[in-house]
């Protein structure tokens, strides 16, 4: 995703000392005594200074609460965790002359008719490679995180450092910041957002439902206020899910199949999402295309999915679960998903930038229709999970050890499979990786990042093909 002035501590204290000062009667007995100097007694000055000590504290209160209140010092915009899971950060800021420099720099654009585009969820998974991919076409590109700790922030971290080294700046903020959101468009006339940020995974939502509502719907929301205020408007592209299909079984999945049946929050939210944006298309005619990912994997990926918690359990030693789900009566069937290479889906993403057309608002105001699109983006070949773990078996050369049971009432989904007709028709969308290929590129940047000892043995074994490893930065991402 201020102090306020409480009663002062001590006040009743005060007043307690307050009752205690009662007046002291003193009779003094007039004899003929040789002249001498008075001592007051102790009893008088405790008196006096339970008097002056009742004084100064009111007129201390007295100070407080009639003096105008200081400003509550703001909350810093870009918490890292503010939004998922409501724990600002006083350390962080944005704003001034120099952050502003800063970008302005990574936002101005470098080749003839380019784009100028606010990536949200820059230091995600999807938002580091697509990030990079338009920073090397010479596209303006800004990033935006909020670094939440959903998953390991050292690896969102990570992806940050590499694209700050091609010139992309990561702005640390949050997509709900309203405040922070109009000053980047006030900032910088972006032409085109690629909103990608977005609280991640289907079993999480067990754990912390709100913060898929805070992310994708209040976060949706906030963005798109920002951008239909903006002058001039942008162009919208934005990450919904195949998760959206949810219940439906004519397969493949089309874009004209019903999606009213959601089998988890997170595909609730990203429905609500898409309703959302049609409303923002049809009241202030912003142009939005929204994007249904099926299953991404690849070098950089997220530890939540499966391929890369697999990995990491072979290497360890340690079982793991494959999922099975019922297909009637006493037949099981393995889950299957149609798993699509992080290349592929950069591709998508970047052409449904160059065809989005523009949006019509100005000033909040529909001045015509605008743009509102529909996509998905697989790679149509939907895999076994069980065939999975046997590449990653083959390319780890270790064997994994498995345990097969019945897939649970978490809100997956027991198969995927995309029909892309719609996307090669109007974006030119081919996916061209199988999960082989995929695979082996993912593997050599796994070792290479979490194990590069393992990563020398194994470029040693195949020296004979001349290929090197180029360390932690990962050789085979799309975002090096």
């Known amino acids: 995703m201020a102090p306020q002035l409480t009663g002062a501590p001590g006040s009743a204290a005060a ?49 407080l609460l009639l003096s105008p209140a200081a400003p509550a010092p703001r909350a810093a915009p870009e918490s890292p965790r503010r939004s998922l899971h409501a724990s600002p950060s006083s350390t962080a800021s944005w704003g001034g002359g120099a952050w502003e420099k800063k970008v302005r720099a990574s936002s101005r654009v470098r080749r003839s008719r380019g784009h100028s585009v606010l990536v949200t969820g820059a230091a995600g998974f999807v938002g580091c490679h697509a990030a990079a991919a338009l920073r090397r076409r010479g596209d303006g590109v800004l990033g935006l995180d909020n670094f939440n700790d959903y998953y390991d922030t050292a690896l969102k971290r990570g992806r940050a450092a590499l694209l700050a080294r091609s010139g992309v700046y990561v702005v640390d903020g949050d997509i709900a910041d309203a405040e922070l959101l109009a000053k980047l ?5 972006f032409t085109h957002v690629l909103h990608l940020a977005a609280q991640a995974g289907v079993r999480h939502a067990l ?8 992310a994708n719907v209040a976060g949706l929301v906030a963005l ?3 951008a239909r205020a903006a002058k001039p408007q942008p162009a919208i592209v934005w990450a919904s899910s195949s998760s959206v299909y949810g219940l439906n079984s004519h397969v493949p999945f089309s874009e004209h199949d019903r999606t009213d049946r959601p089998a988890s929050l997170y595909a609730a939210t990203k429905k609500a999402g898409e ?6 298309n049809h009241i202030y005619g912003l142009s939005l295309t929204a994007l249904r990912f099926f299953t991404v994997y690849g070098p950089w990926g997220r530890p939540d999915m499966a391929y890369f918690f697999f990995t990491k359990d072979i290497l360890a030693g340690r079982p793991i679960t494959v999922y099975e789900s019922a297909g009637g009566g006493s037949h099981q069937t393995t889950i299957s998903r149609d798993f699509t290479y992080i290349d592929d889906i950069v591709k998508g993403c970047v052409a449904a930038l160059d065809t989005a057309g523009r949006s019509t608002g100005s000033g909040g105001k529909k001045r015509g229709t605008a743009p509102f699109r529909t996509y998905n ?3 149509t070949s939907p895999v076994p999970v069980t065939q999975l773990v046997d590449l990653l078996e083959k390319l780890l050369k270790v064997k994994a050890v498995r345990k097969v049971v019945k897939m649970p009432r978490n809100g997956d989904v027991p198969y995927t499979h995309a029909n892309v007709s719609l996307a090669q028709r109007e974006l030119g969308y081919r996916p061209s990786t199988d999960l082989q290929t995929g695979l082996k590129k993912f593997v050599r940047w796994y070792l290479e990042y979490y194990h590069p000892e393992l990563a020398e043995k194994q470029k040693l074994r195949t020296s004979s093909n001349g290929k090197g490893s180029r360390g932690r930065n990962g050789s085979s991402s799309s975002a090096r």
């Open 15 to 63: 007043a307690g000392g307050a009752a205690a000062v009662k007046p002291q009667f003193h009779h003094y007995h007039h004899h003929r005594l040789p002249p001498r100097h008075h001592h007051p007694s102790p009893t008088s000055l405790l008196s006096k200074l339970a008097f002056w000590s009742v004084c100064s504290l009111s007129l201390l209160l007295a100070f």
């Open 185 to 189: 468009f006030d900032v910088v006339p």
């Open 207 to 214: 754990v912390d439902p709100m913060s898929y509502v805070r």
């Open 224 to 226: 798109l206020e920002a």
């Open 275 to 280: 309703e959302i944006a049609h409303v923002y």
């Open 377 to 379: 983006l697989g790679n």
